[in-house]
C-alpha cells in the first residue's frame, strides 16, 4: 500500500520507454522486457562472443545477455546505469544473466568473478564502475568471490576512435597491472564488462591476467553490439 502511495507521487519509469511502471514491473515495462533484443550467447555454442576472441586470447566460454543496437532499448538501459548512475541496471542485469549461468555447468566450474576496472580519475568522478553492480550479482549467483582489488588501470582511457585495435595495441596492454597475484593462481577468472565491441579492451586485461600460472579466462558482457 505505502508504495502504490509512493509511485503515485513518484513515479518509477520504465528505462526503455519512459512511461510509469506498474507496481509490479521493475526497471523496464512489460511491453520494454518482451522486446529486449537477447543474444543468450551462453545457450550456444560457438557463439558471435566466443568468436571475437578467436586466435588473440584463450577464452573457456564467452558470453553477453543482451544485443546492443543504436536508440534501442540495450543502449537505452547501459546509458541510465553509465551516465545517469542508476546502478539498480546493473542489479538487474547480473541477477538475470547469474541466474542462468548457475546452471550451466560450463560455467560452475569458473572460481572469481573480476570487473574491467576504471582508472581512478574516471572513478573519482563517475563515482562507482559501471559493471560492479552486474558482477557481484553474478558472484552471488555462482556463490565466488567478487574481486576488484586484482587487475587496476593506472592510465586513463583514450577515445574510441583511438581505440582502434592494431592503433593502440603495444601500449593499451600496459594501461593494466596486476597486484596480489597469489590469488589469481589457478584461477578460472570470469572478467566482466558492459559491452563489447572489438574486444580490445576485454584482450588487453585478458593478456595481463593470464601471465599468472595456471589461470583459466571466461567472459561475460551486459551486451555485444549487433
Not at 576472441?53 to 545477455?65: C, K, Q, W
Not at 592503433?167 to 570470469?190: C, M, P, S, Y
Not at 579492451?201 to 599468472?212: G, S
Amino acid at each position: 500500500m505505502f508504495h502504490d502511495f509512493l509511485d503515485l507521487l513518484y513515479p518509477r519509469m520504465c528505462y526503455g520507454c519512459e512511461k510509469a511502471l506498474t507496481s509490479n514491473e521493475k526497471i523496464l515495462c512489460t511491453n520494454c522486457l518482451h522486446g529486449l533484443p537477447l543474444a543468450d550467447h551462453h545457450l550456444q555454442t560457438d557463439n558471435p562472443v566466443e568468436k571475437i576472441f578467436y586466435g588473440r586470447i584463450p577464452v573457456e566460454n564467452a558470453t553477453s545477455l543482451l544485443l546492443f543496437e543504436k536508440k534501442g532499448v540495450t543502449q537505452k538501459l547501459i546509458h541510465n546505469l553509465k551516465y545517469r548512475g542508476h546502478q539498480e541496471i546493473g542489479n538487474f542485469l547480473g541477477t538475470w544473466l547469474g541466474a542462468e549461468l548457475k546452471e550451466l555447468p560450463a560455467w560452475k566450474e569458473i572460481t572469481m568473478v573480476i570487473p574491467v576496472p576504471l582508472h581512478k580519475q574516471k572513478l573519482k568522478k563517475r563515482g562507482f564502475n559501471q559493471v560492479a553492480q552486474f558482477g557481484m550479482e553474478i558472484a552471488k549467483a555462482l556463490e565466488i568471490p567478487y574481486r576488484d582489488d586484482v587487475l587496476l588501470k593506472i592510465s586513463a582511457s583514450q577515445t574510441q576512435t583511438l581505440k582502434k585495435r592494431f592503433a593502440r595495441w603495444g601500449t593499451f596492454e600496459e594501461t593494466f597491472i596486476l597486484q596480489n597475484e597469489k590469488a589469481l593462481k589457478d584461477a578460472h577468472v570470469l572478467l566482466v564488462d558492459d559491452l563489447v565491441t572489438t574486444g580490445a579492451t576485454l584482450e588487453a586485461c585478458a593478456h595481463k591476467i593470464l601471465t599468472v600460472p595456471g589461470i583459466k579466462i571466461s567472459v561475460a558482457t551486459m551486451a555485444v553490439t549487433h
